[in-house]
Structure formats: structure tokens, C-alpha cells
């Protein structure tokens, strides 16, 4: 089984250059941000302000910031903060979307009826407008800007995991396992989820990357992490106000890493629907 | 007829079924808008000598002195009424802030959509032509990259490139050359106002200063709609009338353009449709970077500052712009496919 | 196709040309300022009403009396000693200094043509001190607070009664809040629950100021145009530039880009960052005025524990990296008001002056052993989302340095109504702000800022000392001796150290190399009437 699936995974890369480019550019995305930290001579919080403004030279490769720190040190060590972020939101909004989702597609009737009216009412919403106000409400820290972050990502995937569930309800093979004495939550989650999960990965990877421009865009308003702590919007959005100053460093590291994160999980996203696509298998 | 008059029948009870969706969504926000811990009273107050007693006015003046049910209860009736409250940031009343920027909005929003549309068909009906081809992979490169950059960064970078540098965009301030006189406000569009009044030097005012920023917005958004145009066009494409038009011989530019496109359109309106609305709420970034007076940076001064009556307003509108174009959407579906309607 | 495409080519060529020709015209006449603001109210008294609304209620509206101006460096700055009749035509002090009285213009016009009145004038003062605004708090630091301290003498004469001889009354009338209004044009939209039409001038200007409002947009732009029956002005003279364009352009960048360009004329809110560039290019002139009347300081609030404890506030300003945070956090572009070589007391009677604040972290983790915190303890340090740009280094640094000592600070950037809240609710331990006061008197500040239960008192300063050689200074009218009760003031204050003192951030006013006049204000907006171009 995983034989020919990590096969059928190697085909598709081979068809499709574009997914085998996501690919590596994820590994090395994740294992920089992994192990780059240990090997980064510089300490990200420490500043040294006699250093500060310097562009990109031997010793700092992505030059410094205001306060003498390195910006490819911030960089590196912005990325476990970043992926954490965006991977414990989607995670988040991804586990209890298909909760209430699988069990709202599989049971119907009235609590059906009224989760459907409340993602109605969370739909409705100017989502970034939403996330907003909920980092707003609940202080910007870390852990409210994923909250914040899964909350507006919610509806797609209760109304996703519904309609998928849904679908598959009358499915011969889920009244076989019923019938075998199987209970409505085991089929909901043993059966029924890991068929609709293949199309849920397509939107867990394409909203990984979402969830990490979202946290950019809060950090524009000012509502994103506190200093010192490095991460990627923050970065980006106080660099993008020294374009025109002339000190374009600040915002190309930070830039280009959160440019290439997102790219990669579309990418990967797209990639990923290929490969679980049936149709691709020839 | 029949099909109009159950068209209709269906688009009044969706619209009637979508009212508790906003009151939830008027609730939600009012409760919300309550929960942040910044008092407006207080700020807005905070005048160079601003005194206890002043600040116990001020809330009073508002109303915040009031229990929070009352509250809900006066401003649901206020809504009845058709007010929105009054903004403490503009110190005007809601429902006139609202009415003078929304179509700034939608103008900035429309002029992205039709511009991301533009690209879009064509690179996806390509993509999907060449299924896995060069060009494929490329148009979906292409479109992903510019879902990889945040809005305010490509719009500060296309501001450096093109009105810093190169100097061919106007300033990046609001709607209108700042010394040319609007046009008088007929739909609140300036194109289509200026266009009205037979002035040109204002149509191209405001033309050229909504090509940046609709640019911004529609490289975010060219994704989702090349990818579904790709999608449903490889659905059609593949499907038995499309196999039985190329046995009959029709011509291939005819197929793809009467029947494919055509038949691909539907999925596509739908994306167009979610995308017009997100845009709309989403596009808080762009209206910032582009001093751009639009609904959404006008929320984003009021959510700062606590000042809870445009926010409510503002979320308020935004959700009932949304009840509508997806009613506009379901509509245009019923029109187009019969099933819909019978 | 084609020929539409020609059409269209053509209408947009000739719209340029036709638009430029028109421009050039007015151009040099209009002035453009851009700031990050938003000009939200008309009229300045309004709960709400921005910085940027008082620097416009300052050209639409005229007051009594005006201050006067003297030359620093390449502008100008406001002489809080020298004060000038405005509506006014003379104005005098009575000896005992109870007694103010005005001689108004006979040729003064409001805006709609009609003549000014001592009626109008009358009812404008007694509109400041009772309506519900803004106005009523300040003159009271003037002790001018019921209507009928103002008297009509005759048709040309009205008089101000004090129960005081207060120095602050007629600077308080110089202020941006009592402006004359048109009282019979006002009157007609009184309602009963309005009586003074606070409602109607929000958008609606009743002034006799030199600008009229032609168009305005709160939050996105105003556009005024020279009321050329002014006769108010200095000498009589009336502004150089004939039509006025503010606007609001949210993005410190973008403000920056116009001034480069040369779209915008003047811009006074720019980053800090932006301006240190800008000093290289020859296409701007920067005109930088240390704010004399605002300062930056962090506040230690001695409700929260342990900042009651004098030798941890002593040791944390021994911690702070004074210059790392001048450098960094406003790159230099100001007036340090720490490293103050002190020797008996404070060397002057000003209350802003260099404090005896230097960085010792030795002597700082000595004091806090002291103060009963060897290891150190663990606090917040707050600052509001709108200031980030300078505080998010500032607070870097005030939170490795003091992590140096043992104290670990947790950063808090606060939206800003919440971060007022918090500040005014007296519920933050350690936070940075920038104060200012339009009176700048010592006494006047350490009454506003140091003492009594209100929300300027940031430190929350509870000094009974302080508080009566405050007041006693206040109506103290002998120079030496007030020099000498400020003198002692500033001591008392340095003693109790209520807040670290950082730096009076400079004013920067960007402008194009064309524009003369610019005047650091107390209100620190632009006032268009003192601008031209060469």
C-alpha cells in the first residue's frame, strides 16, 4: 500500500515539475527553520546599535535592522514562529471544522440546521475585518492571532466536511459498515473523514500559506507579535516603510522568505490535488 | 415567465431566510465591538485636559452607560429606523460615512474584479487547453506568485515603482487628482459619473488613479478564478457534448468559445461571486496603502480607535453585500441553468 | 477598435495638457499639506475632535488674541511671552490684574459678510467655558469658568472679569478653543439639547478666520479658500497662499513619496527614518524644532506594585540605555532630556530640562537589591499600536537592558483606545508616552502631569509638597521668585523620580525647498496663515 503510494507520489512529481519544485522548496523550507537557528552565529534578539541600518555584507548576509540585529538571523529564527502559527491555526480550524462538519453532513435535522445558520453568520462576515477585531478583543499575542486565524477559517471547512459527508451518507459501503455495528461516530471518523480528507489536504495547504499572510497583514495594522520576537509580517511590514528610504534589505529576506513559504504550500496545495486525484493515476 | 416568476419566488426566500444570518451577524459584532477593552468614552475624551466628568458625559452622550441588552435593544430598533449611530472618528452619522465611501469601495472592488477576470479566462482557458504543458505549469506559477505577497507590499512596492520611480502613476491619494474637480455625485462611481457628465479630464483622473490599486487587488485574486476557470473548463472539455460537437466537426475556436466557455462560466460566476465579496471586506490593506476612502479602512480607523457604531455599521454592510451577490450569483445560475429553476 | 483607442489616446493626452496649463495657474498658490490624521470636526471644542481639527479651527477661526512668533533656526516658533490682539484690535491688562478688557475692530467681517459684534464676542466666550466640550477644562486652567465673568461694555468693548489675578488667563483665550463664532448665524441651528450648536459647527464653519472651508470630507481631505475681508492678521496683512488643500494620506511612506515627487508641499508627521533621509535630498528642506512643550517619558505608575518602591524606580532609570534608545528608536531627531550634570538641584526653572538620568547598570542592580528585588521581578511595559514605530525598538531595548538587572518585561502594544483606557483607569504598571501642554509654565506642567487624581497624572503622583509649591508658584507674579519656586519644583521632581525623562522628539516639518514660514505652534500643527512661497 504505501509502496505504490509513495510510487504513485513519485509519478505524479515526475509529471508534474511544478509539485517536485514545492516539494524540495518545502523541505527546505522546514528543515532551515528547523535546524538554521542552531547554525546562525548571531542571536536574533540581541541588538547592537552602534551596527544598526548596515546593508548586506560578508559577516551580516542580509545586513541589520534598526537596532544592530541581524535580519537572516530574524529570518531564520522568524520561521518556526511563523509555520507554528500558521500550522496550529489551519490544524485547529481543520480538526474542529470536520468535527462539527462530519457530524452535522452525517446526522442532519435540527443541530444541522443551526450550525448551518451560524457559519451562515461567520461566512457573512469581512473575515480579515473579523480577525481583526478578534485580535483586537483578545489582546495580540501569539496564541489569540491563531485562534483569530482559525475562527475565520472555520466555516470552510464545517461547510466542506458537510457537504462531503453528506454526499457519501447513502454510500453502500457506509451502510455496510453500520450495518457490520459500526457506531455513527467511528463511521464519521473511521470511514467517512479519511475520504474527504484528501480534498480537505488541498485546502489545509492552501490556507497554511493564507494563514501566514494573514498574520503579515495584523502585523501591518499593528496588531501582530510583540517585539523583539522576529516573525515574518512584522518584519516585512516595517521593512516595506524603508523601501523608499533605501534600505531595501530590511524587507527583502523577510520578503522573499514569506514569499516562498506561501508559494510553496500553494504549490504544494495544487500538487497534492493531483496526486489524490483519481484520474491522475494512469 | 414561469422560470422568472420561480426565480424570483426562490431569490425572495433566500433573501428572507439570510435575515437571521445578519441579525447573528449584527449581534455578534455589537457583543463583540463590547468585549474590546478599549472604553471610546475615554479616548475620545482624551483632550488635552480631558476630566472625569467629561468622560461620564461622553459615555452618557453615547449611551454606554446603559446596560448592554438595552444597548442591543436601542440599537436594533436605531437599525429599524434605518440609523446606524453616529462615528466618534469622523463625528458624523454612520449611515452618511457609509454612503459616501461604499462606492469608492465598490468602484476599487469592481475595477479589480474586472481587471483579475481579464487575465484570468484567458490564462485559464489556456491552462486548461494545454492540460500539464508548459504553459499550464507556467499560468499557474504565474497566478500563484500573486497570491504569495501580501497586498500592502505589492502595493508600496508598485507605488515605489510606478509613481517613486518612474513616475507614470498619479499620487496615490484617494479616488481623484486632488485639483480636479469631481464630477457631480450621480452614482457615487467617478468613472461612470464623469463619463455622465461628459468630462473626460475627470474620467481619466479617476481611471488613472484606480489602475494601481485595483492591480494590487486583482494579482491576489487571480488564483482562485484562473483555477477554477482551468478546472471547469477541463470538466467540460472533457464531457460527451463537448466530444460530440468535435465529432460533428464544429470548428475547435467555436467549441471552446460557444460551448465550453459558456458552459464553464457557471462555476466561474460562483468564484467571482465569493471573490467580489471577500475582496470587499478585504481589502482594508489596499484602501490604506492607497489613502483610498473606501468602507474598509474607514472600519479599520473605528476598530482602533473602539468606536463601535462604524464598525458595527460597517460589518453590517458588508454582510448584506454578501446575502446579495450570492443572491445576484443563484440568480444568474437560475437564468443561465434550467435545472436551477424547476 | 482602433480608432476608439485614437480617440481615447487623444481625449487623455489633451486632458493632461488641458489640466496642467489649469494647474500651474493655482499651483503655486495652493498650499498641500498631507498628514497621517484625520481632520475630523470643524469645530475644535467637539469630544473627538483631532490635532489636525485644531490646527484648522486655527486659520477658519479667529481668537481674541494671538500668540507671537519669534525666528528659530529655519522657521519660526510660538513666543508664549508675546501676545498679540487678533479679533481684538487692543486689548489691556488692569493693574491689580483682574481685569481684562477688549477693544474689538470696527472693520471685522464673520465669513457671510456680516460685522462682528460685541454681542458675537460675548456669546462666543460664554459658548467656551459652558458648553459640553473640550473648551471648559481648559479655560478653566485660565480661571475663567462661568458667563458671567464677560462683560459687554459697550458696542466696541468687552471685558473679562477674574476672581484671581491668573498669568494664565489671557494665554488660555490665545488657545485653539475659544473661537469667536458667528453667534446670529449659530443661533439658527440651536436646538434645546444643544443650546450653544456644537451639532451644527461640527460641519458647518461660522468663523471670521482667514480660510473659509470650500469642501470637507472628515477623515479624507479639506479644501479651503483665503477670506480676503480678514483683517485680523498681523499688521493687517493677509495670508500668501489662496487656497489650502489638507489631506489625509494614512501611509508615512506614501507621504514621504509625494514630498519627493512634489505633489505635496508640506508634511509634519513623517517616520522618523523618512525624515533622516531626506535630509539628503535637495529637493526637500527640513525644518526640525525640538516640541519644547511635549516630551517623551516612562512612566512608572505608583499604584502598581512595586513601582510605589522609590529605589526601584531609581533603578530602573539607572537601567534604561538612554542614547542605544535616542539613536534607535528616534534616530537622534530630538532634545535628550536625560544626562543632566546636576550639582545642587536643578540649573533651571524650566520644567523640560536635561535630568540627571544616566545608564549604570551597576548602580541599578545595587538599587534593586536595595529595594528588595535581587532577582529581579517580572512586569509589563505597555505603548499604544499607533506609536509602534518608534516604541517597537524602544521596547526592545528597555527589555534586554533591564533583563540585564533581572527585571523580565513583558511588551504590550495596546490598540490605542484600549492603551488610554488602560492609562486613564490607572491600571498599567510601566508604559511610554508623549505628553504635551500648551501652557508652559513649570507650575502649569507639574499641576497637569504630577499631581491629583486624573488622567494626565500618569505616574500617579499623589506629593502634597509638590501640590502647594505648585499652586503657591501659580499665582506667584515675581519672576525671580517663581524662577526660584520652579527651580526647587523640577528638584522635587528629580528627587522623587514619578517617570524616566527621555527626550523632547523633534518636529520635523518637510517641506518643498519653495516654502517660507513655517512656525512650530503649541498646538504643533501647521497654521497656513504664516506659510508663503518664495
Redesign the interface.
Known sequence: MSATAAGHALHVLRANRVSAFAAILAVVLVLTAGFGPLLLPFDPIASDVAISLQPPSALHWAGTDQLGRDVLARVIAAGRLDYAIAAAAVFLSFIVGAAIGGACGFRGGAVDRWVGRIVDVLMAFPLFVLAMALVAALGNRVENIIYATAIINLPFYIRFARAEVAVRRGAGWVEAASASGNGPWRIVFSFLLPNVLPAMAVQISLNLGWAILNAAGLSFIGLGVHPPTPEWGIMVAEGARFITVGHWWLVTAPGLALMLSVLCFNLLGDGLRDMLDPRMRT | MTKLASIARLAGQRLLS?L???L??VI??FV??R??????A???????????Q??E??RH?MGLDRSIPVQLAFYLRDIATGSLGHS?????DVTK?LR?RLPASLELTFAALILALGLAIPMGVLAALNP?AWID?AV??FC??G???????SG??L??AF??LA?IAP????RI????SPPPAFTGFLTIDSLLAGD??AF??ALRQLILPAATMALFVL?PLA?MTRAAMLAVLGSDYIRTARAMGLSRPRIIIAYALRNAALPVLTIAGIVFS?M???N??VE????W?GV??????A?????YAP?QG??LL??SV??VVNLLVDVLYGLADPRVAS | MNALARILGTCAVASVLAGGAAHAQTRAETLRQVTGNAFNTLDPNLPGSTRESFGLAMSTYDRLVSFERKPNGKGFIFDFDHIRPELAQSYSVSPDGLTITFKLRPDAKWHDGTPVTAEDIKWSLDRVVTAKGLGAPQMLTGSMTKADQFTIIDPMTVQVKLDRPDKLALPNLATVYPIMVNSKLVKQHVTADDPWGLQWTKDHEAGSGPYIVDTFKPGEQVILHRFDDWKSGKDGKLPFFKRVIGQTVPEAATRASLLQRGDADISIDLAASDVLAMEKDPKLKIISTPQFNAWQMIAFNQRVKPYDNLKVRQAITAALPYEDMFKAAIFGRGAPLFGGTWTTGAPSPLFLQPMPEHTDLAKAKALLTEAGFPDGFDTTFSYSVSTAQINDPLAALLKESLGKIGIRVDIQKLPDAQMSTLVTEKKLAMFTDTSISWMTTTDYFVRNFLTGDQRWNYPSLDDKALETLAQTARFTADPAKYDEMARQLVTMVAAETPEAFLWQPSQDAVVVPSIEGYTYWFHRQVDYRDMYRK
Open positions: 439570510s437571521p444570518a445578519l447573528g451577524v455578534f459584532t463583540l465591538m468585549v474590546l477593552p478599549g472604553d471610546p475615554v479616548f475620545f475624551s482624551s483632550g488635552p485636559s480631558a476630566g472625569k467629561e468622560i458625559q461622553l452622550q466618534m472618528t469622523t463625528g458624523q460615512d459616501e500539464n505549469h499557474r506559477f500563484t506568485l497570491v504569495c505577497v501580501p497586498t500592502f507590499v508600496l512596492l507605488i515605489y509613481y517613486y513616475g499620487d496615490p491619494t484617494g487628482d486632488v485639483f480636479a473626460s479630464e481619466w483622473s488564483a483555477r471577500t470587499l471586506g478585504a482594508v490593506l490604506k496603502v492607497f489613502s476612502p474598509a479602512a474607514y472600519a479599520l480607523d476598530l482602533l480607535a473602539s468606536d464598525v460597517f460589518v458588508m454582510a454578501f446575502v
